[in-house]
C-alpha cells in the first residue's frame, strides 16, 4: 500500500551540484507530476507527464529535466543546482484528465548551499 | 492572469467552526478542490466541486459558487488533528490546476 513514494527525502546540495529525484508510484496512474512548494507560495508545477515516454513543461521548468521511461516511475533531475532551487519538491499521480484526485509522494526537502 | 486567494491564517476554538474562503480567477474552469496538509506532510484530498452548491463529507463540507469565483470549506466541531495548512485549487480550461498559497489554521484548546 505505498502510493507514491519519494527519494531521497532530505538532500543537500552545493551550487553547481547535479542530482536526481526519484518518484514511484504503484496506482497504475498515467499522469505524474513534480512540484515545489515555498513558503508564502501555491505549489507550482514545474513538469509532467500524461503517459510513459512523454513529458511536458509546466509553469516553472527552467533548470530541471525529467524522464518517464516507465509508466511507474517519473525523474526529476537538476543539472547544476542554484540556491533558488532550494525548496519541497513534491511528487504526484492521477488517473486521468477530469478528475484530478492528486496522490501525493511525501517531499523531498533540497537545500542548495 | 490566473489567481488564487486565500486567508493567509486563521484561528479558530477546539468544538467551534471555521470557515476558510476562497476567490479565483482562471482562464475557464473545470472544478475546484481543497486539500489539507499538515506540517511536513504531504497534500491529501479533501473535496472537489464542479457544479454550485453545497457538498458535505461528515464534518467537513465544500461550497461553491461559480458565478461569483467564489469557494469556501466549511469544518464543523473543530479537532486539535484539524490544525493544518488547507490548500484551495481550481481547474482550467486546459485542466491545469492552480493552487492558493494555502490557509493555516491553528485551532487552540
Known amino acids: 500500500n505505498a502510493g507514491v513514494t519519494q527519494t531521497p527525502k532530505f538532500r543537500v546540495l552545493k551550487t553547481g551540484q547535479s542530482m536526481t529525484l526519484l518518484c514511484a508510484q504503484d496506482m497504475n496512474h498515467e499522469y505524474m507530476y513534480w512540484y515545489r512548494q515555498d513558503p508564502g507560495m501555491g505549489l507550482r508545477l514545474i513538469h509532467y507527464?500524461?503517459?510513459?515516454?512523454?513529458?511536458a513543461k509546466g509553469e516553472v521548468p527552467d533548470g530541471y529535466n525529467v524522464s518517464r521511461l516507465k509508466k511507474q516511475n517519473f525523474l526529476l533531475g537538476l543539472e547544476s543546482a542554484a540556491p533558488s532551487q532550494t525548496s519541497v519538491y513534491f511528487c504526484a499521480s492521477s488517473s486521468g484528465e477530469e478528475f484530478v484526485e492528486l496522490f501525493f509522494g511525501e517531499g523531498s526537502r533540497l537545500t542548495v548551499l | 492572469g490566473q489567481n488564487i486567494d486565500q486567508p493567509t491564517e486563521m484561528t479558530a476554538t477546539e468544538g467551534a467552526i471555521v470557515q476558510i474562503n476562497c476567490t479565483y480567477q482562471t482562464s475557464g474552469f473545470n472544478g475546484l478542490f481543497w486539500y489539507q496538509q499538515h506540517a511536513g506532510e504531504a497534500p491529501t484530498f479533501l473535496s472537489y466541486n464542479v457544479l454550485d452548491g453545497l457538498e458535505e463529507k461528515g464534518r467537513f463540507s465544500s461550497f461553491l459558487s461559480r458565478s461569483k469565483g467564489y469557494s469556501y470549506l466549511l469544518l464543523k466541531e473543530l479537532q486539535m488533528k484539524d490544525s493544518a495548512s488547507y490548500l484551495c485549487?481550481?481547474?482550467?480550461?486546459?485542466?491545469?490546476?492552480?493552487w492558493g498559497a494555502g490557509t493555516k489554521l491553528i485551532i487552540k484548546p
Open positions: 485549487a481550481a481547474l482550467d480550461s486546459n485542466y491545469q490546476l492552480i
Open positions: 507527464s500524461v503517459g510513459e515516454g512523454t513529458t
